[in-house]
């Protein structure tokens, strides 16, 4: 986004690049709840709730991605769309971390 804020890309290259990670972040989602699915429900009396949460969150962060697909799309600020675009990938940066203390950590994993 920085780079369309100083120039230095057009919409269309961002936007092409909000797709391509859009499609890898769809990717992971889609190994995630595969690999993952069969084993999270069976590792405690928490693992339903939790594998649920996981496809939950999953579908969440796929609508806000979208959604800020359209934002960097037609905003006529790149400054606007960068804003709202950090806030976006914080909270993905968010998810991946409440995932790995959630699903992965020592608690779970004994």
């Known amino acids: 986004m920085q780079h369309w804020v100083h120039g230095e890309a057009t919409r269309t290259e ?4 909000l797709i391509a990670l859009s499609v890898a ?5 889609h190994n995630e709840e595969r690999l993952l699915g069969g084993i999270i429900p069976a590792i405690d009396e928490l693992g339903a709730p939790r594998a649920s949460e996981m496809t939950d969150r999953h579908v969440e962060e796929h609508h ?3 959604g800020a697909l359209v934002v960097a ?3 006529p600020a790149a400054e606007t769309a960068a804003t709202l ?3 976006l990938f914080g909270r993905v940066l968010d998810h991946m971390a409440h995932e790995e203390a959630a699903f992965l950590g020592r608690d779970v994993q004994r």
Request: aromatic share 12%.
């Open 14 to 17: 961002v936007r092409n690049w």
């Open 64 to 66: 806000e991605l979208y």
């Open 73 to 75: 799309s037609d905003s």
């Open 85 to 87: 675009l950090e806030l």
């Open 25 to 29: 972040l769809q990717d992971h989602n």
